[in-house]
């Protein structure tokens, strides 16, 4: 069994949490919402304590016996303000989350990625490896972090990458998988060029895998077609967390329950990423969105599943994943799917890449997602990645060149102006490297075996 300590930082790291840990429960069997009738495939077996901590080992079917088994979330909160952090240990699974495993100040970091990664980095840096080490102590195979924030701002994405260094200090062997969201063409932070390009840097050198999602690509998804430039309204963070949270329960899936073909989470850096940096993947996911009747329609027409998820329309990223070079790719399926459809899945995947990756990996989980029989992610390892660093280098240019904002950034101790053309440079190298071809390297095949 693989052991995960899930990091939320910043408002939106938390918010994908909240979504998040009902959901988990719920598949476990346990209903959190007296209304909710438990899943009828909900699975509770040892795979459970992957995400959770339970010194009973007992099963549980509702909050009080959560409770009453003192279950825990291996959850580690931390924001500069106090407002989402308070609403975990204000809910009604306020007993789940470990208040010693919470850390809030405030004002917050200002949308100021140097705020967060130097001044609350530097004051609350003991604290937060003291959290992790104490947390990493509970498991007995720990396997990875996984760590959600949001780039745009100036906590998620600047103690963010911080926190994310402490990981690579304290435990260099273990696993850090980050969901980051990007805030597409939502420009509702004017500062988020600057934290974009200074996250991901420290991303592309600090990180295992990362799985970057943007609020454009995901209010499209939700219905909101027409981009304007207000902030995203709360209702809709609601929605687009939703479509996050379906793509992180696919992809914990393997951890989490048991299945024909089994990918554990862990399994993922290897199979997935073929070169040292190049470990951005997209992802794209179907069905999309909640309901029973998609569900069964989707039962119906199962094979139509793949032809889904190859569309743009399901990409929780804007690029075109599956043209140019698709390094590696893997399919994780979850439900009622035999193993000949997702063999079936495989090689019609292979016809619709033009230059053939390297390995496409397969995974099948039994359990099905909590409100669909079945359900499809597909990630891709490949060269399209290129476009989004191109455009990140853009925007930073659209600000850096002006020397705009900068001072913000420079009256914060520790921060050092080199670190704008540092950052630059590490985004211009994620470009080139993603735009290289690779085929005059010699680099063994990654052979997956099914
Ligand atoms: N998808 C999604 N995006 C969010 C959510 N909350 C905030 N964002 C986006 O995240 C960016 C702002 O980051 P936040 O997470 O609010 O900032 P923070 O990490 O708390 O940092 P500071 O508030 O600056 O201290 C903006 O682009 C928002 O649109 C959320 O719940 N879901
Ligand atoms: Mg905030």
Redesign the pocket.
């Known amino acids: 069994m693989s052991e995960f300590i899930v990091i939320q930082?910043?408002?939106?790291?938390?918010?994908?949490g909240n979504a998040f840990w009902p959901l988990v429960l719920y598949e476990h069997g346990i209903c959190v919402d007296k209304l909710v009738k438990p899943s009828l495939k909900a699975v509770q077996d040892e795979a459970f304590h992957s995400f959770f901590d339970s010194p009973s080992y007992k099963k549980c079917h509702n909050i009080e016996d959560l409770k009453r088994c003192k279950v825990k979330a291996r959850a580690i909160l931390i924001?500069?303000?106090t407002s989402?952090v308070e609403r975990f240990h204000n809910c009604r699974l306020r007993d789940l989350f470990d208040r010693t495993y919470s850390i809030t100040d405030s004002p917050?970091?200002?949308?100021?990625w140097a705020?967060?990664h130097y001044e609350a980095g530097n004051l609350h840096k003991n604290k937060i490896r003291e959290m992790i080490r104490s947390a990493a102590e509970c498991c007995s195979s720990l396997n990875g972090f996984l760590l959600f924030?949001?780039?745009?701002?100036?906590?998620?994405?600047?103690?963010?990458t911080a926190v994310l260094q402490y990981l690579q200090d304290d435990f260099p062997n273990i696993d850090r998988i980050v969901a980051c969201?990007?805030?597409g063409e939502?420009?509702?932070?004017v500062t988020?060029p600057y934290?974009i390009a200074f996250s991901l840097s420290k991303l592309a050198l600090g990180a295992t895998c990362v799985f970057p999602?943007d609020?454009k690509s995901?209010s499209k998804i939700c219905g909101k077609t027409k981009v304007t430039k207000d902030?995203?309204t709360?209702d809709l963070?609601?929605k687009?967390?939703a479509v996050?949270v379906r793509m992180l329960l696919n992809l914990t899936s393997g951890a989490r329950f048991p299945g024909s073909l089994n990918f554990d989470l862990g399994d993922l850096p290897t199979n997935m990423v073929p070169y040292k940096g190049m470990h951005f993947l997209a992802s794209s996911i179907c069905p999309l969105v909640s309901g029973s009747e998609i569900g069964i329609n989707i039962l119906k027409r199962k094979k139509e599943l793949l032809h889904s998820v190859c569309n743009e329309d399901h990409h929780l990223i804007q690029l075109n994943a599956l043209s140019g070079k698709v390094h590696t790719a893997a399919l994780i399926a979850r439900g009622d799917i035999p193993f000949s459809t997702a063999v079936d899945f495989q090689e019609r995947l292979i016809a619709k890449i033009k230059r053939k990756p390297m390995g496409i990996t397969l995974g099948l989980s039994s359990v099905p997602p909590h409100d669909s029989p079945v359900s499809l992610l597909l990630l891709t390892n490949s060269s399209s990645m290129s476009t989004f660093f191109s455009q990140a280098v853009n925007d930073f240019n659209s600000l850096y060149f002006r020397k705009a904002y900068t001072h913000h950034y420079l009256k914060v101790d520790d921060f050092e102006f080199e670190e704008f053309s540092g950052a630059r440079e590490v985004l211009l190298s994620q470009v080139d490297a993603y735009t290289k071809t690779y085929e005059d390297i010699h680099i063994p095949r990654i052979n997956v075996e099914i």
């Open positions: 930082v910043g408002q939106c790291g938390n918010q994908i924001d500069m303000e989402v917050g970091s200002g949308n100021n705020f967060g924030f949001s780039l745009a701002g100036g906590t998620g994405s600047g103690l963010g969201v990007h805030p939502h420009r509702d932070v988020s934290n999602v609020n995901l902030p995203l709360s963070y609601q687009v967390n996050i």
